[in-house]
């Protein structure tokens, strides 16, 4: 059985930083796409950031381009989100998903963001900014 088991999130003031880690369990993920997702009360699910396998080019969301990036541990087979400059628009509860197979390229272009198209997902962990 695959789990997905977030932890890191916690309180922090707004300019600070934090790392969010994603343990996996089950099967490993490092040729299968990996994202980390966000949301707020009553909003619709958002995409952070993503990779189509290990070591691609990461895909970003335009509000947390230049301060979110991602990095993997094979060896724990865990990824993180590196949250950076964090602002208060950054409250929120982070999920990490991962899908159980790699789309190609042209795919995974037009869908990467699509929460829909993940398999399987942690619990989430809350990140909250004060200002």
């Known amino acids: 059985q695959v789990q997905l088991v977030e932890s890191g999130g916690g309180l922090v003031q707004a300019g600070g930083s934090l790392r969010l880690s994603c343990v996996a369990s089950?099967?490993?993920?490092?040729?299968?796409?990996m994202a980390w997702f966000r949301q707020v009360p009553g909003k619709e699910r958002e995409f952070v950031l993503g990779?189509?396998?290990?070591?691609?080019?990461?895909y970003y969301a335009n509000s947390v381009k230049g301060r979110f990036t991602f990095s993997r541990d094979g060896a724990l087979n865990t990824w993180y989100l590196h949250m950076n400059r964090l602002e208060s628009e950054d409250t929120a509860i982070y999920y990490c998903?991962?899908?159980?197979?790699?789309?190609?390229?042209?795919?995974?272009?037009?869908?990467?963001?699509?929460?829909?198209?993940?398999?399987?997902w942690g619990q989430g962990t809350q990140v909250t900014v004060s200002p």
């Open positions: 990779v189509r396998q290990s070591g691609n080019p990461t």
């Open positions: 089950g099967r490993t993920f490092s040729t299968s796409p």
């Open positions: 998903a991962a899908r159980s197979q790699r789309p190609i390229l042209s795919v995974w272009s037009q869908n990467y963001d699509d929460a829909q198209k993940y398999d399987y």
